[in-house]
């Protein structure tokens, strides 16, 4: 059983769409469309009005009526930007930059406050963003350097599994983020059953990883762990944190203890065969009640409600092997 602990209610879904709560009087009435989730009718609807959690900067600056960002943000490797560019290039298109040169002076905010990454800001360099020292901190150093943040966590028998992240089965996980780069962990599972790492051997920054192949070493004692990376990529930024610190991998796999930050131009690709929310509920009951087994085998039954298991799973059963554990559980 998955259990929430913590919500975020919403309004509004973003891509020009909006929901509600529906009742019977709902069905067969052209007001939506309806969808039941955890028993409750939700009355989704196209809507030109909703607000927008993933704003294009070609709307916000009114150059076109409605387009929404599906590239996450990362406009560099995005179709229709690149579209938009070259009808400008032709003079067949006005630049969203000279859209927002015609605005008054404090409505001519910054393109990262345009599309919602920051609070409202003026933009104090005629949007030449390449001359703009900020802009290279928030794409540069703010953005890699900051710490993710789960919106929602489910717990799983007591093992944590963050809405919004993707999975890969060999318990890594990726979180698409804002500029369209791609932060990397081991799950809660992981650092659980394999105990506290006494040493990351993580890649240097400018590596470049495949995806399914070894990207890093997990050390204990006299035990080492390879581990699959989820995504293939350039690492743009390694967890500085980690290096002298490598317990803080254990004390937030999801937050402080990330690993590294990856670059890729295909971001959609990379992510497409990885776990989703609802993939990786099932997938973690599964991989639980493979570990229970185990765990029967070593040390006899378990309580009759399954229990929770506790930390450091291999620190107290040694006799489960670390080479089983990681092979079984990180397919390596």
Known sequence: MAEKTKSDQRSHVGYGSSYRKGSSQDMGVDSGIGAVLGGQLWMVKPDKQAQAANPCLWMQAGVVELKYCNNFGDCTSCKYDLGMRKKVEEGKQMSWQDAM???????????????????????????????????????DVWSVKTKTVPYEVQTVKGFQVPMGYYFHNGHTWARIESGG??????????????????????????????????????????????????VGGVITEVNPRLRKSPEVANQGPYEEGWLFMVRTPDIKGNVKELMTDAESITWMNEELNKLESMIEDVAGPLAADGGYLGEDIYGHLPDLGWANLTKTFLKT
């Open 181 to 230: 780069y791609i932060r990397v962990g081991m799950d809660d599972f992981s650092m659980k059953l394999l105990g506290r790492a006494d040493a990351m051997d993580l890649p240097l920054m400018g590596k470049e990883l495949d995806k399914d192949r070894v990207g890093w070493v997990l050390k204990r004692e006299n035990h080492s762990a390879d581990v699959l990376s989820p």
């Open 101 to 139: 040169r015609k605005r008054e002076g404090l409505d001519r905010i910054c393109r990262h406050s345009l599309t919602r990454r920051i609070e409202k800001r003026s933009c104090a360099y005629d949007y030449d963003c390449s001359t703009c020292e900020f802009d290279q901190f928030l794409e």
